[in-house]
């Protein structure tokens, strides 16, 4: 019965018009308006996103169709749909979820839920194990792209959860973890220096 976050994101480039009464219209192939876009884009990057926990890779069809919204989208003049406006908006946590470099924070994705969390209630020190296996494997994200957008999208929804998990954890669980931690997300450090109080 335990939920956990997947995204907690704020989109500030969120604008459209509406007309109250008028139907919300929506088409795979073409941008309609804004408001349609923006809601079957984050349909299709939560649907995603779940897919991910449950089988590795598991979400790169909806994923794929959120980044045909965006493509959509591009030509609409509205911000948050384009590469160029800015390195924190919508095309680009969509196009890092495809792009390969990237590949390592989806397997992550999998490995934490349902190889971590998932095996917790019944083992407590495998799952913790599993999720510390794959938060470390992030560094291979961080080396490649440092202080990526994506990771920070990550750990805005995982930092909390992860400061639980780990502060029953082991002394060298704990140790290895901060190291890493303090080098893939150190707007954070301080948080995570619980996990060591704790």
Same mark, same amino acid.
């Given at each position: 019965?335990?939920?956990?976050?997947?995204?907690?994101?704020?989109?500030?480039?969120?604008?459209?018009?509406?007309?109250?009464?008028?139907?919300?219209?929506?088409?795979?192939?073409?941008?309609?308006?804004?408001?349609?876009?923006?809601?079957?884009?984050?349909?299709?990057?939560?649907?995603?996103?779940?897919?991910?926990?449950?089988?590795?890779?598991?979400?790169?069809?909806?994923?794929?169709?959120?980044?045909?919204?965006?493509?959509?989208?591009?030509?609409?003049?509205?911000?948050?749909?384009?590469?160029?406006?800015?390195?924190?908006?919508?095309?680009?946590?969509?196009?890092?979820?495809?792009?390969?470099?990237?590949?390592?924070?989806?397997?992550?994705?999998?490995?934490?839920?349902?190889?971590?969390?998932?095996?917790?209630?019944?083992?407590?020190?495998?799952?913790?194990?599993?999720?510390?296996?794959?938060?470390?494997?992030?560094? @291979?994200?961080?080396? !490649?792209?440092? $202080? =990526?957008?994506?990771?920070?999208?990550?750990? #805005?929804?995982?930092?909390?959860? /992860?400061?639980?998990?780990?502060?029953?954890?082991?002394?060298?669980? @704990?140790?290895?973890? !901060?190291?890493? $931690? =303090?080098?893939?997300?150190?707007?954070?450090? #301080?948080?995570?220096?619980?996990? /060591?109080?704790?």
């Amino acid at each position: 019965s335990y939920n956990t976050v997947l995204i907690n994101y704020i989109d500030n480039d969120v604008h459209f018009k509406y007309a109250e009464t008028t139907p919300l219209e929506f088409s795979e192939t073409t941008y309609l308006s804004n408001l349609t876009s923006l809601l079957s884009y984050y349909a299709y990057l939560v649907i995603g996103l779940d897919y991910d926990s449950f089988a590795l890779n598991g979400g790169s069809p909806y994923f794929q169709k959120a980044f045909a919204i965006t493509s959509n989208a591009q030509s609409s003049g509205e911000k948050g749909w384009k590469a160029f406006d800015g390195d924190k908006n919508r095309y680009w946590i969509i196009n890092n979820m495809l792009d390969a470099p990237f590949v390592t924070l989806r397997q992550t994705m999998y490995n934490y839920h349902r190889k971590g969390l998932d095996i917790m209630y019944q083992n407590a020190d495998a799952g913790r194990a599993a999720i510390l296996e794959s938060i470390l494997a992030l560094t @291979k994200v961080h080396n !490649i792209k440092q $202080l =990526s957008y994506s990771l920070q999208v990550f750990f #805005n929804a995982k930092a909390d959860e /992860i400061v639980n998990i780990f502060s029953a954890g082991k002394p060298e669980e @704990k140790t290895s973890l !901060i190291e890493t $931690l =303090s080098l893939i997300d150190p707007s954070r450090s #301080n948080k995570y220096q619980k996990i /060591i109080s704790n």
